[in-house]
């Protein structure tokens, strides 16, 4: 592939996603970030926090831990949540993550964190978009099948998107738009399997990344308008 040279993709794939859905009266749990910010469910409900101080909405909090860098929640089951800075994002780190299962704390299901981010929406079936200006992300997908790499599976990529980027899991492929071409290092660890970081050069802000192979130590990429690659991950170390 032709090396551009610009920002890192990261997407970080993770945990078990064994969650039971909102007709079993289930949880999700909400890792946001410091700051003024508000955050939706699918169904409405509400939560919000200015700067710093206690949370307050409609959306009911069956546990709560605020430390100095965020908030640790847990609420009810939503199919999806949406994070809204509420202050100027130029220069501000934001983040958001979302599990469905209090097990897996510490090992990201879904996340979003960067620079520059106004807006997130994270959906359980498997999609996250959001907006801002010039931002400096780090992106989490936690797939159902973790792409052959057990429970834990874990890919990581970081980058950079002008106003708005999505990336959407499906099978064993990540659908991804609005990402800026560039360098992109991808990393994957699970059971068996763990490659520190490879790097490759993406032509174009839309495409594929596809996981088929990963016990092979190789992933598909097909940038829309081109021929897909085979990125080689190098030597699984244990």
Known sequence: MKKITTVLLCISLTAAFTACGKEDGGSAYIYAGEGSFQILNQEGDSLACEDGNRLDGTMPVSFQRADKGGYTLEVPYSDSFTYMN???ALGVRQSFQLWDSFDVYGRTAYSVAGTGISSITVDFSGRIS???????FTVSLNPADHFGMGQVGTVEISAAAEEAAVFTVS?????????DPGDAVISCKGEGVEYPGERVSLNAGSGLIDFCDIA?????ITEDGMETGVLNLGTVQK
């Not at 959001?130 to 400096?136: C, E, L, R």
């Not at 092979?216 to 598909?220: D, F, N, Y």
Request: glycine share 16%; proline share 0%; net charge negative.
């Open 86 to 88: 509420t202050e100027d």
């Open 130 to 136: 959001f907006t801002g200006q010039d931002m400096q």
């Open 171 to 179: 099978g064993t492929q990540i659908t991804y738009a609005g990402v």
């Open 216 to 220: 092979e130590g190789t992933v598909q």
